[in-house]
C-alpha cells in the first residue's frame, strides 16, 4: 500500500516536469495561470539542475535539467521503495 502510494507520487512529478517541458514550447500569453502554476511546482526542482548544468556547459541553450531530474528522481524512487521492501 505504501509502496503503491510512492510509486503514484512519484510518476505524478514525473508527469508535472514533461508537462513543464511541454508548455515551455506554448506561448507564455496562452495557458499563463496553468504554466505558472506547473512552474511553482517544478522551478523548486529543476533550479539545482540548472546551476550544475550551467557550470558544467555556461551559456548551452538547451535545457538539459529536466532530464537529469527525472533520472535522479527515479533513483530516488528505487532507493526509498529499496528501504520500504527490507
Do not use: H
Request: glycine content about 2%; some cysteine; charged content about 15%.
Amino acid at each position: 500500500m505504501v509502496i503503491s502510494l510512492i510509486i503514484v507520487l512519484f510518476r505524478v512529478l514525473e508527469w508535472i516536469i514533461i508537462i513543464d517541458c511541454v508548455l515551455s514550447f506554448v506561448p507564455s500569453d496562452s495557458l499563463y495561470s496553468v504554466r505558472q502554476a506547473i512552474g511553482n511546482i517544478t522551478e523548486p526542482i529543476l533550479a539545482p539542475f540548472r546551476a550544475i548544468q550551467e557550470r558544467i556547459a555556461p551559456g548551452f541553450m538547451i535545457d538539459f535539467s529536466p532530464v537529469i531530474a527525472l533520472i535522479v528522481i527515479q533513483i530516488i524512487e528505487r532507493l526509498i521503495i529499496a528501504l520500504f521492501l527490507r
